[in-house]
């Protein structure tokens, strides 16, 4: 695990990304409700010692959600937010700690929210409608797939009903002139009585 006190302004481009591992307090998958968050609550990896990290700095863990977006919640649980940047997740827990800065930890795995969201406000409506749209992309699938199907079938009816046209004034044609004119009208009065 590293972890360092941010003091420079160009803190994105030092690599301090952690290799810490979170541990499943229950792994149970609940089915995602349209509002709801699909939290599962994880332990969050213990705050290093004070010959590490000193008391006075606020911690911060920085980490994707299950849904991708970035969450950067302070080690305290005191504040927290959702974002759709990584750099704007770094950018709320600089801005939390100022003017005194702050340590960050990245997780390699998903941190799901668990205190009220102080970042962005359009994340939890758009991850709403992701689960929406999750839930009901099957079932949009199967209509596609049907309505798909039920056009080819009238495309082919038409085209049968247009070819058979089309034989049948060949075959006027034929009868009518003996195969030496063809016609040029679209309208049966317009032909000359034989």
Known sequence: MTIRQLKQRN???????????????????RPYLPGKTKAVRRELPPRPGTTILSESIPLFY?????????????????????????RSAVRFARKQSAPSGCALMFLNDPLELDVENCGSRFIEPLATAAGIAEVHVSTF???????????RKLVARMS???AEVRRNRLA?????????YWLSSKNDDDLPVP
Do not use: C, K, Y
């Open 11 to 29: 803190f994105i481009r030092t690599p301090f990304f952690a290799a810490t591992h979170l541990v499943a307090a229950g792994d149970e998958q």
């Open 172 to 180: 006027v044609e034929r009868e009518l002139f003996h195969g030496q």
């Open 62 to 86: 920085i980490a994707q959600n299950h849904d991708g977006f970035w969450v950067a919640r302070a080690a305290e649980g005191r504040s927290g937010g959702l974002f759709l940047f990584r």
């Open 141 to 151: 699938a199967a209509f596609v797939g049907m309505a798909v199907t039920q056009w």
């Open 160 to 162: 049968r009903a247009l």
